[in-house]
C-alpha cells in the first residue's frame, strides 16, 4: 500500500510566483460510498486517476494512476460532481524539499494553500518566508471537501 505524508499551510504572501511556473490543474470527485476519495485530474496532457483513503494525521492512503487524457476529460466531463476544482499550481524548491502552491480559481478564488509531502510527519523541513498557519488537521481545506463547500461560501 502507498502511503502519502503531507501538510498543508496557508501562504501568506505571492513571493512564491517568482520561484516556480503555474500549471492548470482541473479536478473532479466521483463520490463513493465509504471513507475513500476517487479523483480524476487533468495537467497540460495528463490525465490521472487518484484514490484517497482516511486520513490518520498528515498520512492517508494514496494510489494514483496515469490514464489516457481523453479518459480523464470525459470523466470529469461527464461523472465527477460539480462544483469541480480549478486551480494553479507552482512548485517551488525550498531546501530539500519541493512545495507545492495552489491558487485556487472559480469558486474557491482566493484561497492560497502550500503542501509538503514529507517521509515521515514529523521530518523536519524548510519554512519559507511566504508560509503562513499550518491547516493539515482543518478537513475544510482538503480538496474534496472544497469540492463539496467551495471556500467563497464559508
Known sequence: MANEIER????RSDAYRALGTAEHLRQGYVRTAGPATVRVRVGGDRGFLTIKGPSRGATRSEFEYPI????AVALLDTLCERPQIEKLRYRVPAGAHTWEVDEFLGDNAGL????????????PFARPAWLGEEVTADP???????????????
Open 140 to 154: 475544510r481545506y482538503r480538496n474534496s471537501a472544497l469540492a463539496e463547500r467551495p471556500y467563497r461560501t464559508w
Open 112 to 123: 492560497v494553500v502550500a503542501e509538503i509531502e514529507l517521509s515521515a510527519e514529523d521530518e
Open 68 to 71: 489516457p487524457l481523453a479518459d
Open 8 to 11: 498543508k499551510f496557508l501562504v
